[in-house]
């Protein structure tokens, strides 16, 4: 009996992997838009060589048109080189010329807070703490900070669970955090206004919890 409990162990947990893999549900294909929307007045998004690219003067999101609760959302990010900042939204609202909530920061400066929550356009700072030369913002830039690759791509893991957040960056938790201020709304992708930067993005995909 011992010989097959091994083999149909595995193979369980084999199929159990193939499962949660394929429970992702992609938000892109790599040719169209067509689940994203841009409420701005400004700013272009379009796709090339199969990534999402932002262009504009003044900042902007390109959001996904339908809303999510509990989920694990996942995407790569490539900030341009020089002076750059990026984020992304998540259970957030949207209204004409303007996106507000949670988001995940994306942070290209020497600060280093990448994978910090800011709740943009209400409390500001969450995780860590202003100012940046804080205990708390001392801590993430000399902690998990460091996940972050400048000038190459990105992957960002958000997770959503009722009032706890999760946000990993290259697979490290950056935040764990308790909020139950918003409980659904949009995912949204940050240009921040530099003028004539391209911010890319590429493989957003999404799981759901019910």
Known sequence: MKSL???????????SAVMAEEEFVPLFNGKSLEQWENTYKHGEAKVVD???QLIGNKKFFLCTKKQYA?????????????KANSGVMFRAHKEPNKVFGYQAE????DRMWSGGLYDEGRRGWLHPKKPNDSESGL????????????????????EC????IKIFVNDILCTEFTDNVDAQGYIGLQHHGEKGQTYRFRNPRIKEFK
Do not use: M
């Open 50 to 52: 199969g990534e999402i």
């Open 5 to 15: 409990t091994l083999p149909l162990t595995a193979a369980f947990a084999f199929y």
């Open 70 to 82: 509990d989920f694990i959302f996942e995407v790569e990010i490539h900030l341009p080189e020089g």
């Open 161 to 164: 669970r009722g009032d706890k």
């Open 106 to 109: 994306c942070d290209g400066s």
């Open 139 to 158: 801590a993430f830039k000399n902690g998990p900070g460091k996940a972050f690759k400048r000038n190459d791509w990105n992957q960002y893991r958000i």
